[in-house]
């Protein structure tokens, strides 16, 4: 609960560079809390409204988390934009976000696990 937390916190922080666990853990809980306000709105009988919000009101933070991992593998946030290539772009962008960090300082920042 405490990455996805710090993610929350680092709003739109788009410097620096985020550890796997940091990563995976602001996802895991992400996908939990759409499931969940997915879910009550399906009990409901709502429109998908409470799930427009939350996706608008995470939309910032998952990006930053995003970006800040793959400063974390040595590459620029702008290769988020590879997820936009259907079904080939976004397993490119899962493996990038997969592979361990740069053991030494890189152009983004200090190794956050050091």
Not at 28 to 56: E, K, W
Request: proline share 4%; aromatic share 14%; charged share 10%.
């Amino acid at each position: 609960m405490q990455w996805y937390l710090k993610g929350l916190q680092n709003y739109v922080g788009f410097q620096g560079r985020a550890r796997r666990t940091e990563y995976w853990m602001f996802v895991l809980f992400n996908v939990i809390a759409s499931f969940i306000i997915g879910l009550i709105d399906g009990l409901f009988g709502l429109t998908p409204i409470l799930t427009y919000i939350y996706s608008l009101a995470v939309l910032l933070p998952s990006l930053a988390v995003t970006a800040r991992r793959l400063h974390d593998t040595g590459r620029s946030g702008w290769w988020i934009l590879i997820a936009l290539i259907p079904v080939v772009g976004t397993i490119i962008l899962i493996v990038f976000t997969c592979q361990d960090s740069q053991p030494n300082d890189n152009q983004h920042g200090k190794n956050p696990k050091l």
